[in-house]
């Protein structure tokens, strides 16, 4: 004869099924409470990351842009004169070098630098008539170590090298562009000076970003260590750019 199943047990059952299924959801929310708090605390170590390197980050986006249009600049001024292409050529190679290799580390050294701005003053030279007043002169020092460490940021002469060029007046009997590299004291010195030509730049639509860029990159990179001024006098425009190698060096010595 067969047992009728027990209404009680069908009870004892069901709030036995009931009990492990709050037990697990309990379980469940506990489990998702502990990895949701560790992925908490992981995104704020991140968010602690990425906010120390925004200033990092900001140059490097700076430099992203700077490079290509330097790049441009460089093949119009050989692409105006053609007979002088197998010169300047050799000079872009060098050049190139700079931008593809030597480039790429967030630091060269104010040797690499200054040979790097005298292939790039060459190449602009194309634009110019040989009478064309331009004085370009070295005062460094060899013999000093950091004039070979790697602490200066690429391209730093750059903007004020083809910011002569640009706003130079090329067809007055009085124009001029001058520019002075100076190494001396762990000093690293730019001077760059020219006769301001009366009529404004074409200006286009995809220009470069100029001195305001070279402003922030500096403060960015060397903060407190470094004196830019720039002035127009008597329809002269003169830039000059002081950066304290040896304070900076210091300082990185420091932080580390």
Do not use: W
Not at 52 to 78: A, G, M
Not at 159 to 187: M, P, R, Y
């Amino acid at each position: 004869m067969e047992t009728q199943p027990d209404l009680s047990s069908f009870l004892v059952l069901g709030s036995i099924f009931v009990l492990l299924l709050c037990l697990t959801a309990i379980i469940y929310l506990i489990f998702k409470l502990n990895n949701s708090a560790k992925e908490n605390q992981v995104l704020g170590f991140k968010y602690q990351e990425m906010e120390s390197k925004y200033n990092q980050i900001e140059l490097e986006n700076l430099d992203s842009r700077l490079n290509p249009h330097l790049f441009k600049n460089i093949l119009n001024s050989v692409q105006s004169h053609a007979y002088q292409t197998y010169f300047a050529l050799d000079k872009l190679s060098n050049v190139l070098d700079y931008i593809l290799y030597d480039s790429r580390s967030k630091f060269v050294t104010p040797k690499q630098e200054v040979e790097f701005a005298l292939n790039l003053i060459e190449i602009n030279k194309i634009k110019l008539s040989p009478l064309f007043d331009l004085k370009v002169k070295l005062k460094t020092n060899e013999n000093e170590p950091l004039y070979h460490q790697r602490l200066l940021a690429p391209f730093i002469s750059t903007d004020l090298i083809e910011n002569a060029f640009k706003h130079a007046d090329l067809q007055s009997g009085d124009a001029f562009i001058s520019v002075i590299f100076e190494f001396n004291d762990s000093n690293f010195k730019l001077t760059v000076a020219n006769k301001v030509s009366a009529k404004s730049p074409i200006r286009k639509e995809k220009s470069g970003f100029g001195i305001e860029t070279l402003e922030q990159r500096l403060k960015i990179i060397y903060n407190d260590h470094f004196k830019f001024d720039h002035f127009i006098e008597d329809n002269v425009h003169i830039a000059h750019l002081k950066i304290n190698l040896l304070d900076y060096k210091a300082k990185m010595l420091a932080a580390r």
